[in-house]
């Protein structure tokens, strides 16, 4: 998405955000996400509101320790990260790239199934929402570079209101041992788990370089 040069700080978006009773706690949630995006995404405001949502059905404090599934890359992970500290790197946030606008959260647990909440962007409830509908269904009427910031106003008028939510039956997977052995290909050290054939799947079906030289 081509977004307007003049990208706006979120600060100039307070007026709004008061306007709409959204809490100081929560303006601030969208500043940290939107520095640490990069960019005033539409999609990072709405994975703010879910990610809220998600803590309040857990009755969860921000800093509880908490698991995350996200199924999509676009916008989700940031917010999750930010507020939550699920991560990649502590392997409590996960991504399941099936393309829907969808976040599930979870608490810990020693069983192989645990509940959680999973919230997720309501194609019907858009249908009240025309600018986000057109933005969300990348209608040919809408145009990113002068309908950005007046998406995100409705975004933030909107609210929970896009979203609904489920109670469900969260697969946790079980803990693996490994050892380290090494490739037979590049010859590095990965875990046994990852090796196809003596062969890491760098060297196999995920090689995404080849070597020029060593430094």
């Not at 809490?23 to 520095?35: G, K, P, V, W």
């Not at 709405?46 to 404090?61: P, Q, S, T």
């Not at 909107?158 to 490994?178: C, E, F, N, T």
Request: with cysteine; charged share 20%; net charge neutral.
């Amino acid at each position: 998405m081509q977004y307007p040069k003049d990208s706006r700080p979120v600060g100039d978006l307070r007026s709004n955000m008061d306007a709409y009773g959204i809490s100081a706690e929560l303006q601030n949630q969208f500043t940290r996400s939107i520095t640490f995006h990069g960019i005033t995404a539409p999609g990072v405001f709405i994975a703010v509101f879910m990610v809220d949502y998600c803590l309040e059905l857990l009755g969860a404090h921000p800093r509880e320790r908490l698991y995350a599934i996200s199924e999509t890359y676009r916008c989700v992970p940031d917010p999750v990260q930010v507020v939550t500290g699920c991560t990649f790197g502590n392997h409590r946030l996960q991504v399941i790239p099936i393309g829907k606008f969808a976040l599930t959260m979870n608490r810990p647990a020693d069983t192989p199934e645990t509940e959680g909440v999973r919230v997720y962007v309501d194609a019907d409830k858009l249908k009240d929402f025309p600018l986000i509908n057109a933005w969300y269904t990348h209608s040919p009427g809408f145009s990113s570079l002068n309908m950005i910031y007046p998406l995100i106003d409705e975004i933030l008028k909107a609210g929970r209101d896009i979203l609904s939510v489920q109670r469900v039956r969260v697969h946790v997977p079980l803990k693996q041992s490994w050892k380290s052995v090494r490739c037979s290909s590049c010859g590095e050290l990965v875990p046994d788990m990852m090796v196809e054939g003596k062969v890491c799947r760098g060297c196999g079906p995920a090689s995404y370089y080849e070597v020029i030289s060593p430094c």
